[in-house]
Nanobody, 127 residues
Framework: QVQLVESGGGLVQSGGSLTLSCAAS????????IEWFRRAPGKEREGVAC??????????LYEDSVKGRFTVSRDSAKNTVYLQMNDLQPTDTAVYYC??????????????????WGRGTQVTVSS
């Protein structure tokens, strides 16, 4: 049974940092595209960052508003993917989800392209 568990969310002031984790069980993350999505209040779920398979071409893609601030990475030994978020802004406030088995090639994936999802972790940035 595939399970994804996000953690690391919380309340942070504008300009602060958080690192989100997505720990997987039931499969090996190294073989899959993994994407971080977020859903802000009143908005649709949007892709934030994705990372390609460990032994692929090394794709890492970012949504324009987070480029230079967010970094996606993986730890194969821990079967975990991370999202390092720096210089957080109130507009980053959202529930953040990780998802696997979608696309991460020429663009970020869409939610319908991903098969497995975590339950999300809340990130709140105060001004």
């Amino acid at each position: 049974q595939v399970q994804l568990v996000e953690s690391g969310g919380g309340l942070v002031q504008s300009g602060g940092s958080l690192t989100l984790s997505c720990a997987a069980s039931g499969l090996t993350l190294d073989w899959y595209n993994i994407e971080w999505f977020r859903r802000a209040p009143g908005k649709e779920r949007e892709g934030v960052a994705c990372i390609g398979p460990e032994h692929g071409v090394g794709n890492r893609l970012y949504e324009d508003s987070v480029k230079g601030r967010f970094t996606v990475s993986r730890d194969s030994a821990k079967n975990t993917v991370y999202l390092q978020m720096n210089d957080l802004q109130p507009t980053d406030t959202a529930v953040y989800y990780c998802a696997i088995n979608g696309l991460c090639k020429d663009r970020l994936g869409f939610p319908y392209e991903y098969d497995y999802w975590g339950r999300g972790t809340q990130v709140t940035v105060s001004s």
